[in-house]
């Protein structure tokens, strides 16, 4: 019977590829800790070395005035029905 393909999550790789970074440990003994394919793990490695400087790009803070500008308006949009709904509700009760 085939095995199905595992699939690791991005937080469980960085830390994999930080603990490859530390040298602390060989591949060997990581990949019997963590259960994967020394060759993975040098893969992991140098995928994170390559990908790193995109941490300090501020790429995403134009990003988040966008968000803030939708989300504004998703406020305003949500407090003119609020009112609308008390006010119905007032003559509805009176």
Known sequence: MKQKRRKF????KAR???????ERETLAELSKRFEV????IGKW?????EKSS???DNKSE????VDADKLYSKIG???MENDFLKKS???IGR
């Open 62 to 65: 134009g990003k988040s005035d």
């Open 16 to 22: 994999v590829a930080i603990e490859a970074l530390k």
């Open 37 to 40: 394919h020394p060759n993975i």
């Open 89 to 91: 509700l007032n003559k």
């Open 9 to 12: 999550s991005s937080a469980f």
């Open 45 to 49: 490695k140098q995928e994170f070395l």
């Open 54 to 56: 995109t941490v300090f």
């Open 77 to 79: 949009q949500l407090e």
